[in-house]
């Protein structure tokens, strides 16, 4: 995880989408200037990056059930709740399923589970939009072989 | 001649009938509105352009179109609208004046009934 890029996701450890679900995972780094201000002598994970966290592994799984046709944009944020803090060094399983495909777009159910434990979950609603541009393809090509994209799972 | 009135009055039954689903479609998607946009029930009729009437913006429609999506077991060709639209193949009130997204999603279910 790098928390400045907001490079929240890790690894992808299982993407089925047949069954629309991901799991991945995700380490939140010992040091950060997150952390130096947030909280000084009390280093936390921001509620909104959990957020951010659950959001990349709906995206992720998007990516996979439209076969990285469209690309998610986080459009609303629903239900959510920090039901633990996460801390410097906690290793997230996150996982998604997508609740609903609709025309354009779709709702997300998140969790993220530290250690087995639930610590934060959220309904999220995302558009699915056109590639803007080639880089932006490009980028999202090179962040899916960093993170373990099985291409296997979207190839016809 | 029988055959004649009966015809008619299987004619102003399918009528009425029509009237009942229109009215029922109609009052489920006010309701949707109502309770996703926080606009007074009775402020919504058949009449009403989601847009220039209620306010509604892109972003509170995705809700009401999900809303509408698990109620009615449909997809709401969001996407095609807009393009038509766009394309000036279409105007926005054949598919936001209420009484005609009711229409819309009236055949979008009876397309799925059909196994369309």
Same mark, same amino acid.
């Given at each position: 995880?790098?928390? +400045?890029?907001?490079?929240?996701?890790?690894?992808?450890?299982?993407?089925? =989408?047949?069954?629309?679900?991901?799991?991945? +995972?995700?380490?939140?780094?010992? &040091?950060?200037?997150?952390?130096?201000?947030?909280?000084?002598?009390?280093?936390?994970?921001?509620?909104?990056?959990?957020? !951010?966290?659950?959001?990349?592994?709906?995206?992720?799984?998007?990516?996979?059930?439209?076969?990285?046709?469209?690309?998610?944009?986080? &459009?609303?944020?629903? !239900? &959510?709740? =920090?039901?633990?803090?996460?801390?410097?060094?906690?290793?997230?399983?996150? +996982?998604?399923?997508?609740?609903?495909?609709?025309?354009?777009?779709?709702?997300?159910?998140?969790?993220?589970? =530290?250690?087995?434990?639930?610590?934060?979950?959220?309904?999220?609603?995302?558009?699915?939009?056109?590639?803007?541009?080639?880089?932006?393809?490009?980028?999202?090509? &090179?962040?899916?072989?960093?993170?373990?994209?099985?291409?296997?799972?979207?190839?016809? | 001649?029988?055959?004649? /009135?009966?015809?008619?009055?299987?004619?102003?039954? @399918?009528?009425?009938?029509?009237?009942?689903?229109?009215?029922?479609?109609?009052?489920?998607?006010?309701?949707?509105?109502?309770?996703?946009?926080?606009?007074?029930?009775?402020?919504?009729?058949?009449?009403?352009?989601?847009?220039?009437?209620?306010?509604?913006?892109? @972003?509170?429609?995705?809700?009401?179109?999900?809303?509408?999506?698990?109620?009615?077991?449909?997809? @709401?060709?969001?996407?095609?609208?807009?393009?038509?639209?766009?394309?000036?193949?279409?105007?926005?009130?054949?598919?936001?004046?209420?009484?005609?997204?009711?229409? /819309?999603?009236?055949?979008?279910?009876?397309?799925?009934?059909?196994?369309?």
């Amino acid at each position: 995880m790098q928390l +400045e890029y907001f490079h929240m996701i890790d690894r992808i450890v299982d993407l089925n =989408v047949d069954e629309k679900t991901i799991v991945v +995972e995700a380490q939140v780094p010992n &040091a950060s200037t997150i952390f130096e201000g947030h909280f000084p002598g009390y280093p936390l994970m921001p509620g909104v990056l959990l957020i !951010e966290s659950m959001a990349q592994a709906s995206g992720w799984l998007q990516l996979g059930v439209l076969k990285f046709e469209r690309m998610p944009i986080l &459009a609303a944020v629903k !239900e &959510a709740k =920090v039901r633990g803090s996460v801390y410097p060094g906690d290793v997230m399983s996150i +996982e998604a399923t997508l609740s609903h495909q609709g025309s354009g777009y779709a709702v997300t159910e998140a969790k993220i589970r =530290v250690g087995g434990k639930l610590r934060a979950n959220s309904t999220l609603t995302f558009t699915q939009i056109p590639f803007p541009n080639a880089d932006m393809r490009g980028h999202m090509d &090179a962040i899916a072989k960093r993170v373990g994209f099985p291409q296997q799972a979207v190839s016809p | 001649m029988p055959t004649h /009135r009966a015809t008619l009055e299987s004619d102003k039954y @399918l009528q009425y009938i029509k009237g009942l689903v229109m009215s029922s479609t109609f009052d489920q998607v006010a309701t949707i509105i109502a309770e996703t946009c926080d606009i007074p029930r009775d402020t919504i009729t058949p009449d009403s352009h989601a847009i220039d009437d209620l306010g509604i913006d892109s @972003l509170d429609f995705l809700d009401i179109a999900f809303a509408i999506d698990k109620q009615f077991g449909i997809k @709401l060709p969001l996407e095609k609208w807009t393009q038509e639209v766009n394309d000036g193949k279409a105007t926005t009130e054949q598919y936001f004046v209420l009484k005609n997204l009711c229409a /819309r999603i009236d055949e979008l279910v009876a397309a799925k009934g059909a196994g369309a």
